[in-house]
């Protein structure tokens, strides 16, 4: 009983016990998904060791990554650096964390800036691939186009950090970040367990972490490939956040 008990806090039995769940899994063929195409955003933003400056983070990272929700391929990405304006000195806090330098924000773009650059990448998908989101188009409109979302891990990245950038900032925000996928939340559901992290996510699914923790980039490829593996395993992505219109925000921009 003791063994077994240890076995549990270390974590042993849990582990086994959601890996045999996966590997039955995989044989379940996949559930049509509503979206074709997912697009993945994990921001980092400024920060310090000192959460009294927590309302003003910046976003100094922004990448994406299109994941084709019928193979699992990541068939694109976008990324930019970005200045930040409030808090220019990047903390060496958060230079340690993230891997970001002062120098790649100083040669970053603007928040504005970065924001017109994704919007393109975005139209030239659209162009490309034929993508529409639902934002933009009316009920029974998806045979029309390749339906997309945006997934990201916890509503923290569009519902807090772009979301409040946008307004302090008076800044237009493409209308397609106002509705998203949190992963996170859809993980809890669908397994029926709480993840503690993106990498402790990953491991309970047999998938080792890509990279490095807390860069942008690697964080969005590996909420792609955890998406994917919840896809194989019968997960149906929908929707779990919308937001308002905001005034100040341009409902026709992208």
């Known amino acids: 009983m003791a063994t077994k008990r240890l076995a549990r806090q270390l974590g042993i039995i849990r582990r086994l016990s959601k890996t045999s769940l996966s590997d039955q899994s995989r044989d379940r063929p996949k559930l049509r998904q509503l979206f074709s195409y997912l697009i993945v955003i994990d921001f980092e933003s400024t920060c310090w060791n000192d959460n009294r400056k927590c309302y003003t983070q910046e976003i100094i990272e922004f990448p994406a990554v299109l994941l084709n929700t019928s193979n699992g391929e990541m068939e694109s990405e976008f990324h930019a650096y970005v200045q930040p304006q409030e808090h220019p000195i990047l903390s060496e806090f958060c230079t340690e964390l993230t891997g970001i330098t002062q120098n790649q924000v100083d040669e970053g773009v603007p928040l504005r800036i970065c924001l017109s650059q994704f919007s393109k990448w975005i139209q030239k998908l659209q162009t490309e691939k034929n993508i529409i989101f639902s934002s933009s188009h009316s009920s029974g409109a998806a045979s029309e186009g390749q339906l997309c979302a945006f997934v990201t891990w916890s509503d923290w990245d569009l ?61 969005s490829r590996n909420t792609a490939r955890l998406a994917w593996r919840m896809i194989r395993d019968g997960c149906v992505m929908k929707i779990t956040k919308s937001l308002d219109k905001v005034s100040g925000f341009s409902p026709s921009h992208i």
């Open 159 to 219: 519902g807090v950090c772009l979301h409040y950038e946008c307004k302090r900032k008076q800044l237009r925000k493409p209308a397609i970040l106002n509705s998203w996928i949190d992963l996170r939340a859809t993980y809890k559901l669908f397994y029926s367990r709480k993840p503690q992290g993106l990498n402790n996510a990953l491991q309970d699914v047999g998938i080792v972490f890509a990279g490095r923790e807390h860069s942008g980039m690697d964080d």
